[in-house]
């Protein structure tokens, strides 16, 4: 009897569940190699490389046993993609807080704490339960530097193969590259168009972690050795944002937050654009890329904003305002959340510009989170439709970006992610608000919104006792929960998720 | 020949009196009727089957112009007769532009292709370059053109009414023929241009705008143009009047055919709607556009639309018309442009077919008159010889290409050999001219 229900349930469910699992398996079980690299910085500084090998070896015995149990699935499709990035970045996060955890350190002990620093890292967010950073394991702490750089991997292989295939908030069409054959194996084609991603990843990482390490030698910047330049280069590529030190990188040279603003902003450029334009070796795609423009824009106008805020209300002056308003603007605007110094104490209109940078974002195709400049030019066209039409009706009129028409259906798609974000952001803010009052947290409204604008949009800092040299800490579990789920939900660009709770999804 | 249509008949006309034809089609009562007007042999079978073709003697051709309404017909049959016979020069008529640039490209073995679509976009945008023309043609890339007026009562009496020789033409450009009451009048000095009249005039560019203001008055540069009908050739008219940055709307009434014109044309403002809804083109303003094209698939259509425009306002009407008696019913009934994409062809292809000297044709009042391009060779007896010395034989030289740059001739310049000639002629004069020269 219960076997023919449990039959009938299976031949009922529309996902390949065992091909999931397998596959689950099988990510988490290459996952456990990332243990290696703190294993060995622990031995580098005569720590001990337990907590790491006992996580690692955890993670390669759960992804190998899942993948034993699921054995003769390995072929997944779209439906079953959903579930696969979902679960991944629920179950790699998990892992990862192991090291946390088992180690002796007494500020990430509670298996919460540990969740959400590890989910904060791999989502490339970069808030911080922290409140003694400088206090922490070298090893640790670059594990959970090292943490946000894979997770960049991860971000660069979903944003660019994943979400797109899955056509998720209209991706698919905003693309410049032009998606290849339509998937019947996901696997394969997600491996293909990543490969040459992740290169130019790891030559950005070289590239800033050269120059870092330069400055340290040549005394540009005497705080700056090769810890600190690797643990900032991590942090930095995969727009993470975790500092390593109390006062974010405030405390580092001008020359230095200059060069780690740069490689935010060009982090913050689609991958696809970039690759192109030195494959052709060519600046041209840049100019032609309505997206690249846009975000120039943004970080122009943002920038300037800040200056004048800056400027006007004496908090700085000459290069150092200047400095102040393009790092931060960078830094919201890409997602990454470094500081280069306290805009907490900035005026109100200052904070207002840099939570409404959180939503800006950088572009598609990088590993920024958010709306993504795309979007919200895809969104503006749209409207500007929708005016002209209403003086017009009988306009046909299809909209295009970057000279190609892009499909209704991909626009359907954009505006509904933008909703989706804006509807989970307000209740994130909404949850956040009434959990704050239920525990008599020191939470004002602006800085419920401000912490759900930083969760979801995987930026890092907010403001208040969680501005950028502060800590999430002061958070009731509860609230760190729901930061833990919009971390990951903003991550999967929200679709993703949503779609595991619609009963179509899990209908054959 | 492949095809005894419109634009074959047509071809045979012009051709018959210098070439030995054989026209093949498949409908025998065509051939019937072009046998009788003309001494030409006909074939009646497809010309996509080789076995036609070879006892069409194909073989034996200089030339085998393929103008059927049938694209891919077409191309078969002229890729068959290259196969038969590689020294057969071959022409193609062809309906899409996208051959057209296949052959740029060089990857399709015809000698020479025409497309209706283009003929008549072109045409469109010559008459709306110069707004007060019935037809015009350019020559030597455009630096001299040749211009069919209609006298109007208001035309500017410096210009009509006085002796030729008194009145004030245009600097660079010459009266090349006066029609009048179906005859045609050589423009001697002691002639004069009447209202009511119908002249030719060849000139550089700028002459023949400075033209249009003497026949109409003052008119404004067309900036704005509206195209009713998104079909192949409304798509083409439009395409080539946005390369000249005039502003575009297009009104097609299919909805799928509509939104597949705004994705290739992108600075169109294309509209889903028919042409005769008034209230649509009051909200439109459509009546504010100088001109507008009628490029719908039925003529009858096309005359409605036209009319509705001219009461909402629009100025010059220009009407794609795809039959040969709607061309007159067009021009009587108001429409200011009829444009037949099948005569245009038609005259494209008899161009490419005359006597490889004469470099293009245009062909004017149906056929009766021709524009010929002429290389003059130097054994002409013409040659050195001033041009008020030049006999006037029915044809009258107004312009010259000497080294790639235009000259509009006066009466003591020399004609030297390997000028191009630019002349009107009649059409039966045509022959006695090239022999001349």
């Known amino acids: 009897m219960t076997t023919a229900v449990a039959r009938a349930t299976r031949r009922r469910l529309g996902v390949d569940l065992a091909g999931s699992i397998n596959l689950i398996g099988s990510l988490l079980k290459y996952f456990s190699l990332a243990f290696v690299f703190p294993v060995v910085v622990a031995l580098w500084y005569g720590e001990t490389p337990v907590p790491f090998l006992v996580a690692g070896a955890i993670s390669a015995a759960v992804g190998g046993g899942l993948e034993l149990v699921s054995r003769g699935k390995e072929r997944i499709g779209a439906r079953e993609g959903y579930l696969v990035v979902a679960l991944l970045w629920l179950l790699v996060p998990a892992v990862s807080a192991l090291p946390y955890l088992l180690a002796s350190e007494a500020q990430l002990s509670r298996p919460i704490d540990a969740y959400f620093e590890a989910m904060s890292g791999l989502t490339t967010t970069g808030s911080s339960v922290l409140t003694d950073i400088e206090g922490v394991d070298r090893s640790l702490i670059m594990w959970r530097q090292f943490t946000q750089w894979v997770g960049g991997v991860g971000v660069i292989v979903l944003a660019i193969a994943v979400l797109q295939r899955l056509r998720v908030g209209g991706r698919h069409l905003l693309q410049t590259e032009a998606p290849g054959p339509e998937f019947d194996s996901l696997a394969e084609t997600v491996r293909d168009t990543s490969k040459r991603f992740v290169v130019l990843y790891i030559v950005l990482t070289l590239a800033q972690l050269g120059i870092l390490v330069l400055f340290g030698l040549t005394g540009v910047d005497e705080r700056m050795d090769f810890f600190e330049a690797l643990a900032h280069t991590f942090a930095t590529i995969p727009t993470g944002g975790f500092g390593i030190h109390a006062r974010s990188v405030e405390e580092f040279a001008p020359a230095t937050q200059w060069v780690i603003a740069l490689f935010m902003f060009v982090a913050g450029i689609n991958f696809a654009l970039m690759y192109r334009s030195v494959f052709r070796r060519t600046l041209r795609p840049f100019g032609r890329d309505e997206e690249f423009r846009f975000y120039c824009a943004f970080a122009a106008l943002g920038s300037l904003i800040l200056f004048l805020e800056l400027v006007t209300e004496d908090i700085a002056s000459g290069t150092a305002a200047l400095r102040h308003a393009v790092f931060n603007t960078v830094s919201m605007m890409t997602t990454t959340g470094f500081a280069s110094t306290d805009f907490n104490l900035w005026t109100p209109l200052a904070a207002l510009t840099l939570v409404a940078l959180m939503f800006v974002s950088a572009s598609a195709g990088s590993t920024a989170g958010s709306i993504k400049v795309i979007r919200h030019v895809a969104i503006f066209k749209v409207l500007r439709r929708e005016l002209d039409q209403t003086l017009h009706p009988e306009l046909v009129s299809p909209l295009r970006i970057n000279r190609r028409v892009i499909d209704e259906r991909a626009l359907r798609g954009v505006v509904a992610f933008a909703l989706l974000y804006v509807g989970t952001f307000a209740l994130g803010s909404i949850a956040l608000l009434i959990e704050g009052a239920r525990v008599d947290a020191e939470l004002g409204v602006f800085e419920a919104i401000a912490a759900s604008a930083t969760t979801i949009g995987n930026v890092g800092p907010g403001f208040g006792f969680a501005g950028p040299m502060g800590s999430f800490e002061p958070f009731s579990d509860v609230a760190k929960a729901i930061m833990v789920a919009l971390m990951w939900i903003g991550r999967l660009e929200i679709i993703p998720v949503v779609v595991l709770f619609t009963r179509s999804y899990w209908r054959n | ?437």
């Open chain 2, 1 to 437: 020949m492949l095809g005894a249509g419109q634009v074959g008949t047509t071809i045979v006309e012009a051709l018959h009196d210098e070439h030995d034809l054989t026209v093949i089609d498949t409908h025998a009562e065509r051939l019937s009727a072009l046998a009788h007007r003309f001494d030409v042999r006909v074939v009646e079978g497809n010309g996509t089957s080789r076995r036609v073709l070879q006892e069409a003697g194909v073989g034996l051709a200089d030339l085998l112009i393929a103008c059927t309404s049938r694209d891919e017909a077409n191309i078969v049959a002229a890729l068959f007769a290259k196969k038969i016979a590689p020294d057969t020069r071959t022409i193609l008529r062809t309906t899409d532009v996208e051959y057209l640039e296949i052959w740029r490209e060089r990857q399709l073995d015809v000698d020479f292709i025409v497309s209706s679509e283009l003929e008549a976009a072109h045409a469109v945008s010559q008459v709306i370059g110069v707004p007060a023309a019935r037809q015009t043609d350019v020559f030597a890339n455009g630096q001299v053109q040749i211009v069919e007026f209609d006298v109007a009562e208001k035309a500017d009496p410096e210009v009509v009414g006085p002796l030729l020789r008194e009145a004030r033409v245009p600097v660079d450009s010459k009266v090349a023929g006066i029609i009048r009451g179906g005859e045609m009048r050589l423009p001697r000095g002691g002639e004069r241009i009447l209202p009511g009249d119908r002249v030719i005039v060849i000139g550089s560019p700028r002459a023949a705008r400075e033209w249009s203001e003497v026949m109409a008055g003052r008119i404004e540069r067309v900036r704005d143009v509206a195209i009713f009908g998104a079909g192949r050739i409304g798509t083409a008219v439009a395409r080539v009047l946005l390369e000249e940055d005039l502003a575009v709307r297009m009104i097609e009434a299919d909805k799928e055919r509509a939104l597949l014109v705004a994705e290739a044309l992108p600075r169109a403002r294309v509209f889903n709607a028919t042409g005769i809804d008034p209230e649509f083109l009051d909200r439109e303003r459509i009546g504010a556009a100088k001109a507008a094209v009628f490029a719908m698939r039925d003529d009858a259509k096309n005359y409605y639309a036209a009319t509705l425009a001219k009461l909402h306002g629009v100025e010059l009407t220009i009407a794609i018309v795809h039959d040969t008696v709607s061309m007159e019913v067009f021009e009587r009934a108001g429409v200011d442009i009829a444009i037949n994409p099948r005569a245009l062809t038609a005259e494209e292809i008899v161009r490419f077919a005359h006597d490889p000297r004469t470099q293009q044709v245009a062909m004017l009042e149906g056929d009766r008159f021709e524009i010929l391009d002429i290389t003059v060779r130097e054994s002409s007896e013409l040659v050195n010889r001033p041009f008020r010395d030049l006999p006037m034989t029915g044809s009258l030289i107004g312009a010259i290409v000497r080294d790639g740059t235009a000259l509009f001739p006066r009466g003591d310049d020399v004609l030297l050999a390997g000028d191009r000639a630019i002349l009107f002629a009649e059409s039966s004069r045509v022959p006695e001219v090239e022999r001349a020269l």
